[in-house]
């Protein structure tokens, strides 16, 4: 066997390991780690800065590759900036590119079980899913922040104060509510 083959089978089983834990990832989750797009992230960050939320901790729910999180941290260098991932390797590689940076911190755990503050900001791209699960948890009484911007899929039942139309083709929509 020549180098070139013993390359290109390590090669192939690397692949297929890391598909299988891709895809029990999203299985166990029901989202696939999609990044947000520059222009959306573009987009949720003026948000933040039209409306003059000058957010203690902002919070990125689902950070999958971490660029939102560099963006928030760039634009808001006195808050903390916090990122929820729990897929394995979105995780690690947005752990990678953002660890000299001061005020991020990433966890790999469920969002689900963090309690916010009035003073906090969430920002996400999630499922309609989520959307519902976090709007009946912070309903519920639970630690709720005191902003929340989502991109693409509205809290349903909630009016937000403002929503942005990005994209001709096809348009996607990103939403701020005030809590």
Request: charged share 20%; hydrophobic share 45%.
């Amino acid at each position: 066997m020549s180098f070139f083959e013993i390359f290109y089978s390590l090669f192939i089983l690397a692949f297929i390991f890391i598909a299988i834990i891709i895809f029990r990832h999203e299985k166990i989750s029901g989202i696939s780690a999609t990044p947000t797009l520059r222009r959306t992230r573009t987009v949720m960050i003026n948000m933040l800065k039209r409306h003059e939320l000058h957010p203690v901790r902002i919070y990125d729910l689902g950070s999958g590759w971490g660029g939102l999180l560099q963006r928030l941290h760039k634009e808001f260098p006195n808050a903390a900036v916090r990122g929820y991932e729990t897929s394995f390797f979105p995780y690690w590689v947005s752990k990678i590119f953002t660890c000299f940076s001061k005020n991020i911190q990433i966890e790999q755990k469920n969002f689900f079980e963090i309690e916010f503050t009035h003073n906090d900001v969430v920002m996400c791209y999630l499922s309609p899913q989520h959307m519902a699960k976090l709007k009946s948890k912070w309903e519920s009484g639970a630690g709720h922040p005191g902003s929340v911007i989502s991109a693409s899929f509205p809290i349903k039942g909630w009016e937000p104060i403002m929503v942005e139309k990005r994209g001709k083709l096809i348009p996607s929509f990103i939403y701020l509510y005030k809590l």
